[in-house]
């Protein structure tokens, strides 16, 4: 099974791995930081022995990436993965952003129901079957997660079942949340964010985060 270093080293952007499987433009490989869409959150954007990746996808626990072009390249070859480190960093950011308002409506609502949510690079969303205008709870919102963010906890990630690879996060004041996600290592790394509010349909309310930088 592929080593996802990508959970121990959520900052690296550079790997020397080696090719397992080369099956047309699809090759999977022994150890990656490239991570595949999953959990709502995108997948990153890089290349494989240069060339690059147009597609990352779980199939059950191996990464299979589509390349653009797989001449030349076959089984066993040492290869080099990059990739793209800002966007990784913002998508890191956002997805614990997300995670934290999600965690904090779920404290102070506990019937709410969430219905989707997307971390892309340049927002947020997470979605709720909401009576009313859920920019009423903004104010408490913005406050409760500013203060976590200032107060730079740190964040814990492990196995749950190291042989089923489930994964959690836990921080000071929170219980153990599970994700298979990649995260920024404390609080403070999130730095500073904004809330909108949008209405996609009857019953439904979103909230959009975006980073402040
Ligand atoms: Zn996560």
């Not at 999977?28 to 869409?37: E, L, R, S």
């Not at 999953?38 to 299979?64: K, T, Y």
């Not at 066993?76 to 952003?97: E, P, Y």
Request: hydrophobic share 40%.
């Amino acid at each position: 099974m592929v080593v996802k270093t990508f959970w121990q080293e959520p900052d690296r952007t550079q790997l020397e791995t080696r090719l397992t499987a080369v099956d047309g433009d699809r090759v999977q490989v022994d150890d990656t930081i490239f991570f595949a869409f999953s959990g709502g959150q995108e997948s990153d954007r890089g290349s494989i022995a240069a060339r690059p990746v147009l597609l990352a996808e779980n199939h059950g626990r191996e990464i299979v990436y589509t390349l653009q072009s797989t001449a030349g390249l076959k089984v066993g070859d040492r290869v080099t993965m990059r990739i793209d480190g800002a966007r990784r960093r913002r998508l890191m950011r956002l997805h614990f952003a997300a995670e934290l308002v999600l965690e904090l409506v779920y404290q102070s609502h506990s019937q709410v129901k969430k219905t989707g949510a997307h971390i892309a690079a340049d927002k947020a969303r997470i979605d709720f079957q909401w009576a009313g205008n859920i920019a009423g709870i903004f104010p408490e919102l913005q406050a409760r997660v500013d203060q976590i963010i200032a107060d730079d906890r740190t964040i814990t990630c492990d196995f749950s079942d190291r042989a089923g690879e489930r994964r959690f996060w836990k921080i000071d004041g929170f219980a153990e949340v599970p994700c298979g996600g990649t995260h920024v290592k404390s609080t403070g790394e999130i730095g500073a964010l904004r809330f909108k509010r949008k209405n996609p349909g009857r019953g439904l309310e979103r909230i959009e985060i975006y980073l402040d930088d």
